[in-house]
T-cell receptor, first 115, second 110 residues
């Protein structure tokens, strides 16, 4: 299994500002995923972040709004840029179980509130 | 990926078996059925998956119908800590991206 931590666990931000969320894994992984969970909703995949290459974004998500860094095999960041109240969500990162891509381990999430 | 349909909510008494259904009538031959759950304020947790045979692990059992158009997740002796949203996901092995539906909110009561 993999242990994943996220920072911050929660934050309250003003509209127009940006927040960078960190995801740290206790083992080296090639792929990392970022999800968004809006209030009362299910999870939606934002992007896939492979180390050494540009992140791949899902439909409806763009790099200018959600830039992602993947500097090494254990760490990634997601930035929520120019925030609006609609960005208030829980943001989660996940990594696949080695050899079992669809068995994913999830971080605890970052609860973001934008005022 | 095939679409799944789950009841929005279910109740279960503590100690009884919880049987959570999932309909995936458009599943194709190379797609697997995965189950995850999300306890309040936590990230989702992988439970079990299967292709066409029934599967069992320390957490649950997965029963897939012969035509593979539906499945049931069974928690044999539900506890209060099993209260969570349970997601049924159909995806190709190795495809890695997961599409979460609305899931079933299971409430286990004393």
């Amino acid at each position: 299994s993999a242990v994943i931590s996220q920072k911050p666990s929660r934050d309250i931000c003003q509209r127009g500002t940006s927040l960078t969320i960190q995801c740290q894994v206790d083992s080296q992984v090639t792929m990392m995923f970022w999800y968004r969970q809006q209030p009362g909703q299910s999870l939606t995949l934002i992007a896939t972040a492979n180390q050494g290459s540009e992140a791949t974004y899902e439909s409806g998500f763009v790099i200018d709004k959600f830039p992602i860094s993947r500097p090494n095999l254990t760490f990634s960041t997601l930035t929520v840029s120019n925030m609006s109240p609609e960005d208030s969500s829980i943001y989660l990162c996940s990594v696949p179980n080695r050899g079992h891509d669809n068995e994913q381990f999830f971080g605890p999430g970052t609860r973001l509130t934008v005022l | 990926d095939a679409k799944t349909t789950q009841p929005p909510s279910m109740d279960c008494a503590e100690g009884r078996a919880a049987n959570l259904p999932c309909n995936h009538s458009t599943i194709s031959g190379n797609e697997y059925v995965y189950w995850y759950r999300q306890i309040h304020s936590q990230g989702p947790q992988y439970i079990i998956h299967g292709l066409k045979n029934n599967e069992t692990n320390e957490m649950a059992s997965l029963i897939i119908t012969e035509d593979r158009k539906s499945s049931t997740l069974i928690l044999p002796h539900a506890t209060l800590r099993d209260t969570a949203v349970y997601y049924c996901i159909v995806t190709q092995e190795g495809y890695s991206t997961l599409t979460f539906g609305k899931g079933t909110m299971l409430l286990v009561s004393p």
